[in-house]
């Protein structure tokens, strides 16, 4: 079962990140500007915004209250460091590809079979409004039990297997409940 986290995301879940990195480092411009995969990571130094540290947001600490967020004025919530947003795939940068559903994103990795299976296997599962940067801590019951379920079927050998749902439709709105 998947954690939590506000630093990953539903990208690194479905394990399309690191593809994603892969390609935005081969585009001609990533070449010219020296960027490697890492540099495409707000969990690496190479990559990451400095003064909010890959987060997308700095903590205040007001008190008596609770903690405040506000969007890193550097990164603008991006997370990554201003050259990492140079390149584009498609017109994209890696921020604003991020900030696509799963359903829009199937049509901009068309060509990439790996990432769009695993696109259309969450899509198929109900997902396709959840974005490719959503943190697994805003995920809801229901979208983290899909994406569980998801990520326990695509184990290559399933005969035999019986799975045994309960309260599936938690966190469901009703057309879901219908797809799953």
Not at 64 to 89: D, W
Not at 127 to 141: I, N, P, R
Request: charged content about 20%.
């Amino acid at each position: 079962l998947m954690t939590r986290s506000s630093r990953r995301i539903v990208a690194a879940a479905l394990d399309i990140i690191n593809p994603i990195r892969q390609i935005f480092s081969a585009l001609s411009s990533s070449q010219v500007l020296g960027l490697s995969p890492m540099h495409f990571s707000w969990n690496s130094k190479l990559g990451q915004c400095e003064k909010c540290r890959g987060k997308g947001h700095i903590e205040l600490s007001l008190k008596y209250l609770q903690t405040v967020h506000v969007t890193c004025e550097e990164c603008m919530g991006a997370r990554l460091q201003s050259k990492s947003l140079v390149p584009r795939f498609k017109g994209l940068n890696l921020a604003e590809i991020l900030n696509l559903s799963i359903e829009d994103a199937s049509k901009i990795f068309e060509n990439q079979k790996s990432i769009l299976t695993k696109l259309e296997r969450a899509h198929h599962f109900g997902l396709g409004y959840v974005l490719l940067g959503q943190t697994m801590d805003s995920l809801s019951g229901g979208e983290m039990q899909r994406l569980n379920l998801i990520l326990e079927l695509k184990k290559t050998d399933l005969a035999g297997c019986w799975y045994v749902l309960f309260h599936p439709s938690t966190g469901l709105h009703t057309p879901d409940i219908f797809l799953l």
